[in-house]
């Protein structure tokens, strides 16, 4: 898991000039009812944009956006209040994304209903002059949510001009599937961290860990939270 950690983050961190076929960015994900509480509903969308954009730049060919620079922009115009993924929000997210330099946007609307989730995706890009988006929708059990959403996104990637190797479906294939619990601790340790109670985070973030060792956004998280409480 450290191999795969620092390739990601050689990737986000030392991109090459005109290595690059596409720049994908990822919004936060959209919550539309269900039984998510309602104070962990920013953090949460903002992990499973965290999630999928460090993965997403393991994929040779594609630069992704820094999802906090989205996040900002979008929240601007009041995207985490937004409840569905219909053609308004996907305009959004892809005029916000050519904002950031982008060359595609992804967006994902999540409703959280007892042991499954119901999802919407979708991927706004350009193919030529014309304005083009990829519309996938389904339901997953918990765990599988994050497994189904990147298995959907990898076979999108045609439509950027990418090639996708197989050792990436098969990345996907083999540690796909994230618990829910540790979703909600990683999203329970984001709110804490906005608070500026870095003693709680830190257990949640570590229990999220605990938890879904293979995710490198949640690594980078904590150890960079770890660096800044020294001994905590």
Known sequence: MRKILLVALALASFPQ???????????PALVRGGDLPTDLIPPFQKAVAEILSWEASLIPGLKVVDPANLDGL????????????????VEEARSAGR????????AVRIQHLGPS????VALA????AVDRTIKMSGRSREDELLLDIRTRTLQCMDSLGLSVPASARQMVATRGKVPWEALMEYATGIRDQAASRPDDALRHLREAQ???????????RLKTLERENPGK
Not at 99 to 106: G, I, K, N, Y
Request: glycine share 6%; no cysteine; charged share 25%.
């Open 17 to 27: 000039a005109g290595a690059f076929k596409a720049t994908l960015a990822i919004a």
């Open 74 to 89: 979008l929240e601007s115009r009041g995207w985490s209040q937004r409840s569905d993924l219909n053609d308004a929000e």
């Open 99 to 106: 904002e950031l330099d982008a060359t595609a946007s992804l």
């Open 117 to 120: 989730v119901d999802w919407k």
């Open 125 to 128: 890009y350009r193919a030529g």
């Open 210 to 220: 605990r938890k879904a060792p293979f995710l490198p956004a949640l690594q980078v």
